[in-house]
Each structure stands twice: as C-alpha cells, then as structure tokens.
C-alpha cells in the first residue's frame, strides 16, 4: 500500500495524530517538503512528543526518509534525532543528498525580509523557509551533501553572502570571521548527520519493488500551497499532494489512496485572508489550545469552510478523509459551518484567488447543535461509530453528503486510542 496523508485547511489540521494512528501499516514513512516551519505532536500514553523535521509516523514505522524536497535545519535534526532514537531505538533514518539546508544566516534573512515586507508580512516561521527555498531555485542553495566539503560550503555561503549582501548589511554575517564560523559548524554538524545521508529516491523506489507499504506524510495544508493557496500568504513549497514526486523522486501514479486531514473547524497562523474567521471570541481557540507548535503564536479560529475544503480536496485527489477535533467543537452550544461564497448576491464556483474578492465575500452558513463533552466515554472507545452522540454524527454525514467522501478517521482526542475508524483502516 502507498498512500500520501495531506492537510486540507491552513496546516496544524493535526496530520501528526492521524499520521501515528496510521503509520503502523507502513514500514517506510517519508517527507518531501517543507521544514522546520511545521510542528507536529503525538501524544502516546500520555507522553508529548514534538517534531519538526521528523515524521510523525517516526514512532511507529521502521524506516523514515527525509526527501530531496525538505529544506533541513541540521542543529535542529541532530536535537530531533537524539530525542527519536530514545523511544524507537531500531528506526532507520534516511536523508536525501539533495535536501537543502537552512543556515543561521537564512533564519536572518526571513525576519529580514518579513521587516521589508512590512504591513504586508506573511507572518512566517522564522524558521529560514522561504530564503532558503530561494536559493534553491536561484541554483546556490547549500544540499546535503555539500556538509562534507568545507572548500564548497564556503564557495556557496560566499556566493550567498554576496547576492544578498544588501539585506546582510546590518548583520553578524557583514563580517567573514562570523560566516568562517558558520562554515565550521555547518561540517561539524556534517560529521554527526552524513551517516544518514542516502539517494533516498533510489531506496524508496527500491523499497516499492521489494513491496514495502510507504506512506507519504505532507507538511502544512492546501491553503499554504505556494501555487493554490492564497497567495502570497503562503509557504514557500508545494503543500499538496502532487509534490511527494518532485520532492521525493516517486511517482504519484503509484499512489494508491490519498488521505485528507481537516480539522472540525479551521485555524490559522500568520497573515492573509481566513474567510469564515470568529472574530472578537476566543472560546474555541481556548478549547482547542491553538498555540503554534512552532512559534507559540496564537492561532487564528474559524468555522469549516466547506468551498474551501472541497477545493482542496479536488486539488489533492482526496480519497478518504479523517476529521480532528471533534470533541473540542462539541463542547459550543451552537456550531456553524460555511456552506457557500457568495459574492455580488451570486454563489461563485471557483475559489477566490484575488485579494480583492476576499473583502467582498458574503458566506452562508449551516448552524449545528454541540454535542456536549465525551470526555472519558468509555463506551465510544469500545464500540466506536455507533456509540457517537447522534448530533456529532449529524455534523459529521453533512461533511460527507456535501463533499461526497467518505470520512474514515473520527480523532476525539490528543491520545492515540481516542481515535476511531469507519470502515478501513483496522
Ligand atoms: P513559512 O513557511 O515559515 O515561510 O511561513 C509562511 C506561512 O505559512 C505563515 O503564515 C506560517 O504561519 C504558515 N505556516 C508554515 N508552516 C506551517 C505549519 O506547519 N502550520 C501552520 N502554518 C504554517
């Protein structure tokens, strides 16, 4: 079995929960875009663990492989890595020559830019992702392999430093001694993760013809997209699920099911566009701890956005969906969902692309009864579907008539056994 997990909404739709659920079909699990921008939790028997460059399924599988799409903070692997061998001791891990690396000096950047942009800030990560992306696609960016040779490592921080001298002006990389510095940490760090390195297209093609069950685990959400999201509120990778081929080098025709995640309501960090936000009420943000895994910032709340999800849904392939946090909107008396865009009095077909259109949006809405807490519900972990409280099934058959997927994943809780399935998947 080959499968892809990808987020439907704006990331943090928690793929890192579904993903351990799941990941104990699959012996390989790999990523392919994307870096320390994402954060995932699992939560196993009450133990929290948070990953930012490790896959989610790490816990479970046997082998995970980081791709030639990822762009790779090697500090924060080498930190990731020790953590992980702790608990999975016999995990292989995998990293793609290819895969990009994130230096100090592009952590500067991205604040740098951010203060250029100004009001018009994406609010990122801050965790180098877009300059270092951009020096991938101007042909300078420092790969994997290039950790093992100091004499390259300085040829490309100096070709860097000199292409974006005007934005380094006021930093500590104006002085050499400082980028030297960076040269000799950026090897040493080499020396503790080169062992790793592997042409992991050639692995995981390899493992597919030996008849390996590989699951492919997404970062971030459709709605970041660089080309579908809403731009440029947007990461700087392709966040669906075409990219696992260019960012793994797999082809997307051996997919066999593509997995959608959504949360029961939407969130949002950074700037940009949120059609169906709650403003000026924080009850559900609070009920849901929406804190960023990766910058502790508050995230953004709103109702599920149905023309949203089914556009990403469309873009990604969706076969099967799994719906998070479920018993956190329970807990409102009353739930609403987004059921139309409308814009000047007529529905719109297509999903908004301009700026402009957002402010202009009208959304029509489906309301919902709560179903009160589940807490400690015995009865649903033991019988499952059936014993779900008859108004949260409503909310969750309306999603599937109005999508017309099935959603075979129910996640009522941070822990893996608050976790129930439908039909596949056990
Ligand atoms: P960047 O990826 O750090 O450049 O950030 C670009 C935009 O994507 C910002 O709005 C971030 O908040 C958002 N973003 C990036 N990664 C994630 C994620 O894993 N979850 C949620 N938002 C993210």
Redesign the pocket.
């Known amino acids: 079995m080959i499968s892809v997990i990808m ?1 439907l909404q ?3 739709e928690g793929k890192g929960k579904i993903t351990d659920f799941i990941s104990k079909n699959y012996d390989n699990v790999v990523r392919f875009n ?2 320390s ?4 939790t699992v939560v196993i028997n009450g133990n929290k663990f948070k990953f930012h460059l490790i896959p989610s399924g790490a816990m479970q599988s046997n082998t995970v492989i980081l791709g030639n799409g990822m762009v790779i903070d090697p500090e924060e692997l080498i930190s990731e890595i020790k953590l992980l061998k702790e608990s999975n001791k016999k995990i292989i891990i995998k990293i793609s020559t290819g895969a990009h690396i994130v230096t100090k000096m592009h952590k500067f950047l ?1 604040k740098k830019e951010e203060s250029i942009r100004s009001k018009l800030n ?9 300059p270092t992306y951009e020096d991938k696609y101007a042909r300078t960016g420092i790969r994997m392999m290039d950790l093992s040779n100091k004499s390259i490592l300085k040829n490309k921080i100096e070709t860097i430093y000199n292409m974006k001298m005007e934005l380094l002006k006021d930093s500590l990389y104006n002085n050499e001694n400082e980028r030297n510095r960076m040269i000799d940490e950026l090897y040493s760090f080499g020396q503790e993760i080169l062992k790793y390195m592997d042409y992991t297209e050639i692995t995981i093609n390899n493992d597919y013809n030996n008849g390996k069950n590989i699951l492919f685990e997404g ?3 459709g709605m ?1 997209d660089i080309d579908f ?1 809403i731009y440029p ?5 392709n966040t669906i699920s075409g990219a696992l081929s260019t960012g793994s080098g797999f082809s997307y025709r051996k997919v066999d099911k593509v997995i959608g995640v959504f949360k029961a309501y939407t ?6 566009p949120f059609p169906s936000e709650i403003i000026n009420d924080n009850t559900l943000r609070d009920l849901g701890s929406e804190y ?4 502790g ?1 508050p ?1 953004r709340v709103g109702w599920l956005d149905l023309p949203l999800l089914k556009y990403t849904i469309m873009i990604n392939d969706v076969d099967s969906l799994a719906i998070t946090k479920v018993d956190i909107l329970g807990k409102l008396n009353k739930i609403k969902i987004v059921t139309k865009y409308m814009l000047n009095g007529e529905e719109i077909i297509y999903f908004p692309k301009r700026l402009e259109e957002f402010d202009k949006l009208e959304l029509e809405y489906k309301e919902f009864e709560g179903w009160g807490s589940i807490e400690n519900n015995e009865d649903i972990i033991n019988k499952g579907y059936s014993a779900l409280p008859e108004k949260m099934k409503r909310y969750i058959e309306f999603i599937e008539d109005e999508t017309h997927k099935n959603i075979d994943i129910i996640s009522l809780g941070e822990d893996r056994k608050m976790t129930i399935t439908k039909q596949i998947f056990n």
């Open positions: 987020g704006f990331g943090d994307g870096g921008n994402a954060g995932h991205d994406i609010g990122t990560t801050s965790q180098g992702i877009g970062a971030q959400g970041l999201g509120f947007v990461t700087s990778s969130s949002k960090v950074g700037a940009g960023g895994t990766t910058t910032r995230r």
